[in-house]
């Protein structure tokens, strides 16, 4: 199978789509880091619409900000100006706190920092978002380690990080995001630390969860294999949104 990117198209790509299929509304998003004569504006006005049941990539060149619109839709930095509804609610009124409570409960992270806990085992590890969210110690550690066994990592249960490969702290940290089903997973290069068996089946799973009809996916990848996971491909150059594109597969011989 061939994947190939068609030519860019507006939001609603083929054809137009009900507003209450927008699981994430970005409008007029501006973001600078700094101050006087050192800010650097990374986000220049970026819009977007990104729809429960797809997979959404961001591409582009390095520096672009597409891991800082990442962190924005994650509501984990703050924006200086601009819109931002996720899954129905506005990030920029919620206080702090219930910003924080929000995302525990509705969304996932994968990001290139694995930040696993050195003194919890991989099946703690994968508990956490879980235990956050109230389930049982005993449940949430099963579920871990079910969680564990779909990202291949099933006799690795019981290892500390340090005992682990980079490429196993990578499943580690994709497992806890997936193991509370989030509605909204976002992905900063999920694949960088994994091998082409491996980063094929952790973006089937990824995959599957954008499939279904109340949740979405964002992944920010550099990596070409991603590609033919992905529903639509947004382009960011010098921080905007410079086209974005619907992914086409085609069968070969």
Known sequence: ????????????????????SIAVQVRGL????GSGDTTVTVLKGIDL????????????????????LLSAIAGILDIDA????VLGASLIKMSPGTRTRFRGQT?????QQFNLLPALTAAENVAIP?????TGKKEAISRGRLMLERVGLGDRTEFLPR???????????IARALVNEPQLLVCDEPTAALDGPNGQKI??????????????????????RVFQFGDRMAELTDGRIVGIHPIQREATA
Not at 107 to 111: A, E, L, P, S, V
Not at 164 to 172: A, E
Request: proline share 2%.
């Open 163 to 173: 005992n682990l490969s980079g490429g196993q702290q990578q499943r580690v940290a």
């Open 203 to 224: 973006m089937e799973l990824i995959r599957d969860v954008g499939r279904a009809p109340d949740r979405c996916v964002i992944v920010v990848t550099h990596d070409s």
């Open 49 to 68: 619409d990104v729809y429960f049941g797809e997979l959404l990539l961001l591409v582009g060149e390095s520096g672009g900000g597409k891991t800082t």
């Open 107 to 111: 969304m996932g992270f994968i990001y």
């Open 130 to 134: 879980l235990l956050i969210q109230g």
């Open 1 to 20: 199978m061939t994947t190939t990117v068609g030519p860019s198209h507006s939001q609603e790509g083929s054809g137009a789509r009900e507003a209450s």
């Open 30 to 33: 501006v973001k600078s880091f």
């Open 82 to 85: 601009g819109d931002l509804d």
